[in-house]
């Protein structure tokens, strides 16, 4: 089984958020490979299905960003799970908008969801790391990061997301460097 994790912040507010693509991809993920409706539990949302042949529980932690970590234990814990089974999706500054990088283990770079579940579980889990760009500022971060995407995005966004849906079966079959390659060649601009 494998523990797939969104990262955000709960609430209407916070829905098209930059901080909050994590969000969207495994909603995405849900939807297009046909999971179950959402639940409350382990201090977030989850939902069921199966990508790749393989049974996926999709969660999203609804403790907030900082704290996504409880969130996190307490499913890991539940189905007596290892980190090398948790997929976390999650806002990258450090990456132009649109790219994407797949690694497992590695530091939390300053992301709190990240800090928090490093803290809980430690370092050995997978880690699909979205590019949503830096404002430019370290003192502009927490407003870029908690603020909406722009409608120019969705240029980008939108193609990513489908990709990161689309290639899934190829991570949760063991196979990231397949999946983020195929995600890279079909979110790349037509040449």
Do not use: C
Not at 25 to 49: C, D, L, M, N
Not at 126 to 138: A, E, N, Q, T, V
């Amino acid at each position: 089984m494998l523990l797939l994790v969104g990262l955000g912040n709960p609430g209407a507010e916070y829905a098209r958020n930059r901080h909050n693509i994590g969000f969207m991809a495994v909603e995405e993920i849900a939807r297009r490979h046909g999971f179950s409706p959402w639940r409350k539990r382990f201090q977030g949302q989850t939902a069921e299905g199966t990508v790749g042949g393989d049974k996926v529980l999709a969660l999203e932690p609804l403790t907030y960003m900082n704290v996504s970590g409880q969130s996190v234990v307490a499913a890991l814990q539940f189905f007596k799970l290892k980190p090398e089974n948790i997929v976390v999706i999650h806002d990258e500054l450090d990456l132009p908008p649109g790219k994407i990088r797949v690694k497992k283990g590695g530091g939390h770079g300053g992301h709190n969801g990240l800090r928090s579940i490093d803290s809980h579980i430690g370092k050995e889990y997978w880690r699909i790391r979205l590019g949503i760009g830096h404002p430019g500022d370290k003192n502009q971060v927490s407003g870029y990061v908690l603020h909406d995407f722009a409608k120019a995005d969705q240029s980008w966004l939108d193609p990513l997301i489908d990709a990161v849906a689309d290639a899934f079966p190829l991570m949760a079959q063991g196979q990231p460097e397949n999946f983020m390659n195929k995600v890279t060649l079909a979110t790349q601009p037509a040449k």
